[in-house]
């Protein structure tokens, strides 16, 4: 059962209406490495997983992603202002402008619409923490990058705590990662000859031979907050 | 800010493994008149709602919906059972034998992705609202073809739940739209003679007359509960 | 059967090129609220429909549709000009400058292509009457955005049209509504307590008790203009 | 404008309901091939062209094509029968099924929804008619696929009708094309060296040498009926 | 097998970086009438050929399509410069700046993603090779399009190129037409009368009688280049 | 550049054609974690590489991937035999009787069209690295899920080939990222106290305490080929 307090997870707010920069950070809301993708691809996942602990973090952590989807999109809407100007939101999309009634929509930025293509669930947990894991990084570089583009001290505020959360999250699936890496796609790694072969097929450069030494499962050399009931 | 309870806002249960069923149950998670559709329209719409009265109702149901989504997964992952074994779910969609482990996916029962192309948002309250107790009407219509279709008495009974909580959203969106049918798009209505006019452009047959004699803004005719602080 | 007549349903003029109001215009050829999309669900509703002066209904509003979407088109062809020069198309959609030479296009304003997920079809009268009530008053709406942000004195005159054409076929729509509200979906509806239920899950906030006194089913309360043959 | 009469282009009628078939006939209703893809495509093609003896071409077959979406969608809908059972359509999209309540549908056969994407406008009529060409022999190619797997005699007639349609449209396009060969993307055509090499890139296997002898724009050589006002 | 040489097809160069004329260029990387969009088609339709000579050219062809795309997508590299800064790439697509970090991507100069809804396969070599020779021609278009609105010269000079290749590959698909002309769907074409009929929809304006005089299949006028082993 | 060579990577064959079982491997070439996606995706995020290396590895995956695209599409169009019959393709995608004359098509199983929001490129090499290990784990499994579906014992052949193939480049990638894990979105990690920050948003069930301990950016434990010249 999902609940909703009207407090935000953090307090959202805004130098001035922003209409470009309004555009721009609906990446985040709507775009494949945004936060409603991060709920859903964590929702999704969570159904079958058995072991409760893991279970726990996947939806603690999908609640936060809803959390921060309703941040960037409280945001958008101070930043979208109270004018239906589409030339002044000059770039990208401009549904705010003539469809939404400068309404957050569940676009990316230049107006493609939110599509569950983004979403990866494959039912074993290595292969979608491994999934996870890159997601929230490349959450993290889109944020950095928006980041970069923006002046207002409140925006910025909202994106680094936003971009640091990221990183926690990382670091979360990671310790989920430790516990289970010897479970599922990780089992029988590397057995049969053709998993050692490289094929150099770019020409001219390459690799380092004909063999990759040591085909072992994906695993991480970091300590550990390995989750427990 | 978004919290979850792991406890379902109703028990989910079904009598045994039904693959086929699962795929049609799949229409109500990723469709265009499932939950996930229904928790979107709602969340989107209320970050411009000014009625604090309004705002709430509409995040109170957008939880239900997510709730219900949760509802509906639980039971499609139940239905799905315990074997890969595509030609088992002889109709529809496929992939949770070939993709996603079993795994309940955000698309509808035919294996289209989800899509924000499911969700109406305009920034004003009477439309928005008009989209909802039509959405709300139609999301009833798809729970009773899949009733129809299923003998397991528990699935049943979750549809039958989902079916009348639609019903009750829809007393309570007209409620709200009571409350503000002056407002908005509905201010400035039929003033001009076009909005009285009938074309009669598909023949043999036509309609009253040439006019319509009373062009008002929509406006419902039942007692209500309305939305107070 | 179709047919087509060279004359235009009205006449269709601008004062002059406006590249990036033909982008904006576009919204309603190709969006989600689009001429489009109107007449694609009415059409496809109308399959089913065993009520002849229902059906006439829908035949004749589905015909203006496309009639409104030719116009619509014709002036977004007037506002591209004559010159394929995609910077003076500052805003949103640059396709007309670099794919279709100028020509309207089945997108949104910002390039998102048109998709038969806009289109809601239920095979129930009352749901499917309701979507188009909502759906035209969603249309109005966009008019009214777009209205605002042009001074072309001929553009506001198309628009002003549309948006009144709209009007009449929400009020059509209703008077269909009207002849057959206890049918279909509408029937059996809210006998199940959950139906009479309040849930309150977004804190804090909450609506005016735990019951919902009266759940009966959509119905308008205008007086009417009832199809018949 | 366009109008509608409620007689069909040429009467349909099926021996006996075929949910499974009416599965498979819904490729030539919302599929790339089918006959709303050649409406939208001509309709939106039209809006620029200059010859008027083509200009009412493109609109002869375009109302044409929406009448053959027309006589396709009530084949659908008897061969849909009246029974909400989705095991019964044994294959693909079972949307008739969960969603639509046995309505025809805007999708493929695979339930993927109609996307104007299929659409081809380039503004360029020698690259336009060629597209048109080539996509009524495309459409040819899948009514005979759908010829050669049913035995519903009446069903057959309608295919071989609009089969037949089809060849005369691509007749029509031909003959608009031969008219204005030498214009558009056919003038300066071939002028670069560039423009007759051949570039070997796929080994073993190789064609006649390295020079294109004629590189001259698309023509083509049949008796013409030359479209004339 | 595929393989991959570092050294381009041709060099490409810019004289300067252009953000928004490398939104632009992107239409030809990631749109309709593109260049993976070629490759992607000319490969699905090979699989199934029988002609060794004709599959070879097929495949020449693409390889030489995916070694444009190449081309393309280095040259929106070097045009979208090396600062991300979203309102200096001022029309259309946003992504480089808040996204890909200035990658190129597959989208179209307004941001719509790739779709395989571009590529056309029918197993029918005569519709393919239609589909083919049209699609050249669009191509062709688009680059003209493109070629028009920018002043670089080393932009102009690949254009340039690419165009000309457009052109080479609408000769070879033409001689490959020839080979093959009656087979297929060419077969058996024009026998019905309804083949022969010019129904008149839209008026006023009508074409040169009632009676087409000449249904045969599709055949080009020019000498050829046969293919052969 | 790109070359072709008709030779397979590996010789692939089929028992015996199996038209149900060439539906479910369509989810290899045109679904999200088939070898069409892993091909795009390295190839796009490839040109803003600078490390020569590392940008070899990525054009001789990508090639690979491609190559393996064609071994898919040969399995699939032999499967797939030679009779329409879209009864006999008993599940999922009907397309290649009705639509492909049998040829493979660029769709999942279920008839998705393949899509670009599959494709994930951020810029950055850290996060794309973690992408394709992602791609590369979750390919695996899909494999892995194909593979116990078929008896073939030659298809079953090419599935243990492939699979092994993607454990062959994920080790490559985490090569890769061995030598570049100090860069990009990996510098400047964990350093704000909110990256250490745990949530607890789902009850009950909580992790193991307020803080996580050791927020590092992701690095792999095993040993390694590092890429070189």
């Known amino acids: 059962m999902f609940k909703h307090e009207k407090q935000l997870l953090e307090i959202v707010n805004v130098e001035r209406p922003n209409p470009t920069y309004a555009v721009m950070l609906q990446e985040q809301l709507g775009g494949p490495q945004g936060e409603l993708k991060a709920a859903m691809q964590y929702i999704s996942q969570s159904f079958r997983i058995k072991d409760q602990a893991i279970k726990d973090i996947f939806l603690d952590i999908a609640s936060e992603e809803l959390s921060h989807m309703e941040m960037v999109a409280t945001a958008i809407n101070m930043l979208n202002g109270h004018d239906l100007q589409a030339p002044a939101a000059s770039i990208g999309n401009i549904e705010a402008h003539v469809l939404s009634g400068l309404n957050p929509m569940l676009t990316n930025a230049s107006g493609e619409l939110w599509t569950a293509a983004y979403v990866n669930v494959t039912g074993d947990l290595p292969a979608d923490l491994l999934s996870n894991i890159a997601a929230e990084q490349r959450a993290k570089v889109v944020y950095?990058?928006?980041?970069?583009?923006?002046?207002?001290?409140?925006?910025?505020?909202?994106?680094?705590?936003?971009?640091?959360?990221?990183?926690?999250?990382?670091?979360?699936?990671?310790?989920?990662?430790?516990?289970?890496?010897?479970?599922?796609?990780?089992?029988?790694?590397?057995?049969?000859?053709?998993?050692?072969?490289?094929?150099?097929?770019?020409?001219?450069?390459?690799?380092?031979?004909?063999?990759?030494?040591?085909?072992?499962h994906p695993s991480f050399n970091e300590p550990q907050n390995p989750p427990q009931h």
Chains 1, 2, 3, 4, 5, 6 share one sequence.
Not at 162 to 168: D, K, Y
């Open 144 to 216: 950095e990058y928006l980041h970069r583009q923006i002046n207002d001290k409140h925006v910025r505020q909202m994106i680094d705590f936003l971009l640091n959360r990221e990183e926690a999250h990382n670091t979360m699936f990671r310790d989920c990662f430790q516990k289970i890496e010897d479970t599922g796609s990780n089992r029988d790694w590397g057995v049969d000859k053709d998993a050692r072969l490289y094929f150099n097929l770019s020409t001219p450069g390459n690799f380092i031979g004909n063999q990759l030494h040591n085909p072992q």
